[in-house]
């Protein structure tokens, strides 16, 4: 009789009228356990199961929305194809099993290292994400395609790439404490606006928010220290402020390319390549410094940025690359440090406001690609520098087309136009070198080598002081001198 009810009971659990399930499930057996699957909305799993049952699911439950694995073990299968494979590995939701299903929630094992596999739920109707801490890894596009995905949340999974790939509902993201974004990982959410928890990260892959037009803010953080190629082209960022993510060591080639709203960029000191187009098309983009950690000023880096007005190129950039600066229309004075080489094929192309370049500090000419001042009037633009070279520059090819001011070493240097003016002179007397400021204390001093090398640095504090260059055997040096009222002058001297 007992036996007789309980079967009864199970029956009534499991009849097609009862639409949530709950099963303590065995490896490869839910398919017994559940007589009606069509007609579940509402699963609950614990026990284990493996990918056996995974794929039941996916093929039997048609009317399954939420699927609760939050107490489910998941463990290794070997037996018959299922979705073009003999075997699945423990611990890991299966390679696309729940793919374009109609799934809208989804709890994940709470317990356990367990990842997601690849396109696991790629196209499903999933609404919104968590991710427990416990998820080891989210596979290749595992939310990739999602249409009605409105938020996730990141526990600290690393991901193979293309994660959330084109989730056009997708709004807000919270990353947790993920350290490292994989390449496309947002890439085509053209609806996300909200990304927080970034503090943490270390790298930002490729293309990862390529094309999210609504993105306006983002917070670098302190730790970060790469971003790959595209990762932000085609986003509506309004500011790339670095200045407190000092490790940045690298930004990927078109990095911030085709953003509209970047007015303003800090790139920090520390900072060794920026790839070429980093901040192509950016025609909102007001002022940058390119820091003398930082060798080149790559090809397209700065193409298009007609509002740019302000451009610091710090010693130790040797080369300006192939219109790096091309429609660069409002610069109207611009600094070229004696480290540079080569300006490359349409360089300075359409800077068409341009009335002065400072190039004191070059001890030689640089060599030129092609067509490089394309569209300056050279001759209404003032070329100033050394007197030693000026005869080189006017006897150059491209370079004699400019005004050319030759001035003495030791001049008065403002730091750009409209300045205050304050005179820094300075001489080599045996095996010391001094300085002396008027106008303005001098706080430091930098000793370069004409190929740009430090050879020595001094705090000053004063309006003269002397470096000692006994060790040294150059014959020029380049003497940089950051002053009290922060504008910064450069002096050649020869011994």
């Known amino acids: 009789m007992n036996r007789l009810l309980l079967a009864c009971l199970g029956a009534a659990l499991l009849s097609p009228s009862v639409s949530a399930t709950s099963v303590n499930c065995r490896p490869g057996k839910l398919s017994a356990q559940v007589s009606a699957p069509e007609s579940v909305t509402e699963l609950r799993l614990t026990g284990s199961a493996n990918a056996a049952d995974f794929f039941f699911i996916d093929r039997e439950m048609t009317a399954l929305q939420t699927l609760d694995l939050s107490e489910c073990e998941i463990t290794g299968y070997s037996g018959d194809r299922l979705g073009g494979r003999s075997s699945y590995p423990a611990d890991r939701i299966p390679d696309g099993v729940f793919a374009g299903s109609p799934i ?3 709890l994940l094992p709470s317990s356990g290292a367990v990842s997601i596999g690849d396109f696991a739920f790629a196209g499903s109707a999933i609404i919104s994400l968590t ?20 938020t996730a949340s990141l526990g600290s999974a690393t991901s193979g790439g293309y994660a959330f790939n084109n989730c056009p509902s997708l709004r807000s993201v919270n990353l947790g404490s993920v350290t490292a974004l994989a390449d496309a990982d947002f890439a085509g959410c053209g609806e996300l606006s909200s990304v ?7 790298s930002i892959g490729s293309s990862v ?24 082209s085609g986003t509506n960022l309004r500011a790339a402020n670095f200045v407190y993510a000092a ?37 909102a983009l007001t002022a940058i410094e390119i820091p003398e950690g930082c060798p080149a000023l790559a090809d397209y880096t700065l193409t298009g940025a007609t509002a740019l007005d302000s451009l610091t190129l710090d010693y130790g950039v040797t080369e300006i690359g192939q219109f790096a600066l091309k429609g660069a229309s409002a610069v109207k004075y611009i600094t070229l440090p004696g480290s540079i080489t080569y300006l490359g094929d349409h360089a300075m192309d359409g800077m068409t ?34 007197s030693l070279v000026a005869p080189d520059f006017e006897a150059a090819p491209q370079w004699q087309d400019f005004h050319i001011n030759a001035t003495s070493s030791g001049v008065d240097a403002p730091a750009s136009p409209g300045a205050e003016a304050v005179s820094v002179r300075g001489y080599i007397d045996g095996a010391s070198l001094h300085i002396e400021a008027q106008g303005s204390e001098i706080t430091t001093a930098e000793l370069y080598d004409p190929a740009g090398t430090l050879l020595a640095a001094a705090q000053i504090q004063n309006t003269c002081g002397s470096v000692s260059i006994e060790e040294f055997s150059a014959y020029i040096y380049l003497v940089r001198c950051t002053l009290a009222n922060g504008n910064v002058a450069t002096l050649k001297l020869a011994r």
Not at 196 to 202: D, E, K, R
Not at 255 to 283: D, E, K
Not at 358 to 380: C, N, R, S, W, Y
């Open 104 to 106: 809208t929630s989804i």
């Open 131 to 150: 991710i427990p801490a416990n998820i080891s890894g989210i596979g290749r596009g595992a939310f990739a395609g999602c249409p009605d995905l409105t």
């Open 196 to 202: 927080t928890g970034s503090a943490a990260l270390i």
């Open 209 to 232: 928010f390529q094309d999210c037009g609504s993105l306006k803010e983002f917070d670098f953080g302190t730790k970060l220290l790469t971003i790959g190629n595209s990762a932000f």
């Open 247 to 283: 490790p940045l060591d690298s930004i990927g080639e078109w990095a911030f390319a085709n953003n509209p709203s970047l007015v303003t960029v800090t790139v920090p000191q520390n900072t060794r390549h920026i790839g070429r187009g980093a901040f192509f098309g950016c025609p």
């Open 353 to 386: 406001s341009l009335t002065a370049i400072d190039a004191t500090t070059m001890t030689q000419v640089p060599a030129l690609g092609e067509d490089v001042f394309e569209g300056i009037a050279q001759k209404d633009v003032r070329l100033d520098v050394w």
